[in-house]
């Protein structure tokens, strides 16, 4: 029976080939993109699952209020002494590991067959720590021991991968003794050698530093012993006892924090206690350094466009099956005549989707390489595509066996049910069945073009929005000016001497020692106190340090005063406007030489510029100060003449040749303002391909599903054509007519669409302070890009039906 069954599928697929096809397609489609969307989900949620006693394992994040601020600012790092007190002190945690990363560094290494030693540069994955950390990870060792490894200053582990990278074709015992030296100046003893992590880890370190190292003399910072500074690079984690209330013992580390701060330190700190499994999706506190963090919402959208385009694809199949049923009536009717039961037929049906399923599966593994690389802006850089993994064939079986039965379910009900007397008389739907059943069709047709149309808009809005933030008015200039970092570590006098060889280079416009540009992603805040006379007003401000051509350079806008006069200390600073107002001025040249308390010192008020913005379009424009000296000042900006881009490589050439006569080893890197600015909106910029692709899919599934409806319909009205003709109707007229009713169902889902797309778009725009407008064409653009499409298909089909000859289809009468 089952070979039987076979045999006539195979039999009813070639007798339909395009309907057939249309099905694949579509399926295979649907099934792709959820297959490639799978991939990146699982790899993400794949991430921290190996740590032994996971479940108990925290880091220890903080909500600080520093100076008296009311403002919480989330932080993932503490004090340094936090790790010994909360050791010490913290009743419940079984295990306390510190971490501090170390930035990006250049090791190197002597290698036994060349003259010099090996250098890397950029490694980004080191961090110091102590033997704690591999037990917190449960590494397994390939050299070297816990008990031995990283308990002395200038002790060193590697991981298994950064192994093979230093020293390649090397036992990893031999590795053990090897010297590394990093950034030119720390020389470390490898100790001991791990395996690669097991899975997938936000603990991307492959350069372990002891943490002995960094208390030295040499090596020892300020920070070290004080609990009034807080540095981003150090990092907590505890594995707690078992049974240990998490909220209980928050509340008893946010106690010991406060004993153990340092007289006059005003910070206020809550202590909480972040899951490990929340660190990859870490939404309010930064991960490590240089580790990537998935964004849950993000994933949400590429689950649901997923869904959205299967559910498509299985829209289609029932569509165009339903649509068949009275050219399989007869089949039905002879083989119920002949006792076939309606289970059996049902069974016979699903297992005709199921095979049309499999096919479209194995299309949809062809087509997945492809698919990932119109997805490549979301993959991370250690996904790798196999398709021999557990978790993708057991997803594969059960997306199969899904989408047979969501696809072929009402199919085979309906089909099962047909009464063999009736269809045996060529009756093999009543009245009501048939408008029952082609009623369902339009509905399902017009879901599709619904959510099409939708995604049109969107991908209109989305684009819009982004096209307005890229072009706006930020208040200040940003093309032709490129900016790069010094060395932290060397003396001012190495800048100002490479600024001073900066000036005899042509093609520089100005130039500006300064802490950042007026926007990046990154902040420095600080608190600024007046007394108005009446009261003492207290107020946080963003903090940028810059020289006296910084508002030259970027062109700040003057409300009042000058810039800031040259100075190496902060004796001046330029207010925006929104800070003026808020110490009371409402007039800007009544703030000019004021003295306001700032960082241990009082500077004058200088000036007042407008307002610029310092962020993307996400965010209001907060009160900022722009002080002179050069504590901050690591950054040289420079103003490229913006008429002339074809010179701008050589002038950055001629840059870089001073750049490395000054400092010699180091790596040269700059960036662009605008490629600066044109980075805040990274998240958009995906957004708006991920939902091309996702619109361009579900108009070409909607419009293959359409496709197959037209050729059915035609098929069915060839002699109503054929008759039409002879008595005289047009071919324009016979395309209209077919056309009609589709027409009329594209315009239903576009009305029905409108609302749905204009209550998403506005609350998608509530997310930016400033944003484009909904306006009207944006959803008649929309709706005519449907109809378009549409309309392509429709007159793709209808008219080659049309144009056809009547004696063909009236020979037979």
Partial sequence: MIKNYFLVAIRNFWRHKV???????????????????????HHDLSFDKFEPQRDRV???????????????????????????????????????????????????????SAEAPKVFRHQKDLAAADGR????????????????????????????????????????????????????????????????LPGNSDFYFGTLISRATLETARLKDNCWDHWGCVNTNNQLFVRLKPGTSVAAL??????????????????????????????????????????????????????????????????NFINLTTAQAAQRAREIGVRKAMGGGRRQLAFQFLGETLMLTLIATLLSIA????????????????????????????????????????????????????????????????????????????????????????????????????????????????????????????????????????????????????????????????????????????????VKMGDSNYIRLFQLYLLAGNGLPQNDTTKAMVINASLAKALGFRDPHAAIGRTVGFDNGHPVIAGVVADFHQHSVHDAIKPIAIVNGNRMAKTIIVALHPGNSAAWPATIGRIEKAFHGVYPGDDFTYRFVDETVAKFYDSEQKTAHLLSWATGLTIFISCLGLLGLVIYVTNQRTKEIGIRKVIGASVMQIVLLLSRDFVRLIGMAILISLPIAWWGGRKWLENYVYRTRLSWWIFAAGGAVLLCFALAVLCLRTFRAAAANPADSLRAE
Wanted: proline share 5%.
């Fill in 19 to 41: 309907f057939s096809a249309i099905n694949i397609f579509g399926l295979a489609i649907g099934i792709s993109a959820s297959l490639v969307i799978f991939l990146l989900v």
């Fill in 58 to 112: 925290y880091r220890v994040v903080g909500q600080f209020s520093f100076m008296g601020s009311d403002k919480p600012m989330p932080l993932n790092c503490l004090p340094v002494p936090a790790a010994a007190a909360y050791e010490k002190e913290g009743t419940g945690i079984e295990l306390v590991v510190p971490v501090r990363t170390w930035g990006e560094a250049k090791i190197s290494v002597p290698w036994p």
């Fill in 133 to 196: 950390y591999t037990d917190l990870l449960g590494y397994s060792w390939l050299a070297g021991s816990a008990g031995t490894s990283l308990a002395q200053p200038y002790e060193a582990v590697l991981t298994e991968k950064n192994a093979k990278l230093f020293f390649p074709n090397v036992s990893y015992a031999d590795i053990v003794g090897k010297t590394l030296t990093i950034d030119d100046t720390v020389q470390v003893a490898v100790t001991g050698v791990v395996r690669d």
């Fill in 250 to 315: 928050a509340s008893r580390l946010s106690k010991i924090y406060k004993a153990h701060q340092d007289a006059g330190d005003d910070t206020k700190a809550q202590i909480g206690l972040q899951p490990l499994s929340d660190l990859h999706f870490d939404s309010e506190y930064d991960g490590f350094d240089d580790g990537r963090t998935a964004h849950k919402p993000t994933l949400y959208g590429l689950m649901a466009v997923a869904a959205i385009l299967l559910l498509l694809a299985c829209v």
């Fill in 367 to 542: 087509f997945t390489p492809l698919l990932l690389h119109v997805f490549a802006d979301f993959i991370p850089g250690d996904f790798h595509y196999r398709v021999a993994q557990p978790a993708l064939i057991g997803f594969l079986l059960a997306l199969i066996m899904a989408v047979s039965l969501l696809s072929g379910a009402y199919p085979a009900l309906v089909l099962s049910g047909f009464n063999p007397v009736l269809v045996l008389k060529n009756q093999a739907y009543g009245r009501t069945a048939t408008t029952r059943t082609a009623w369902f069709r339009k509905t399902l047709t017009v879901s599709q073009f619904v959510i099409a149309q939708v995604f049109i808009i969107a991908t209109i809005l989305v684009g819009r929005q982004i096209s307005y933030a890229l072009n706006m008015d930020m208040g200040f200039r940003k093309d032709a000016i490129v900016y790069f970092q010094t060395r932290w570590s060397q003396p001012v006098a190495l800048e100002k001497a490479l600024v001073t060889e900066m000036r005899s280079i042509p093609g520089i416009d100005r130039m500006s020692v300064a802490s950042d540009p007026p926007a990046e992603s990154g902040e420095w805040d600080n608190r600024i106190t007046f007394n108005d006379g009446r009261r003492d007003i207290q107020q946080d401000v963003q």
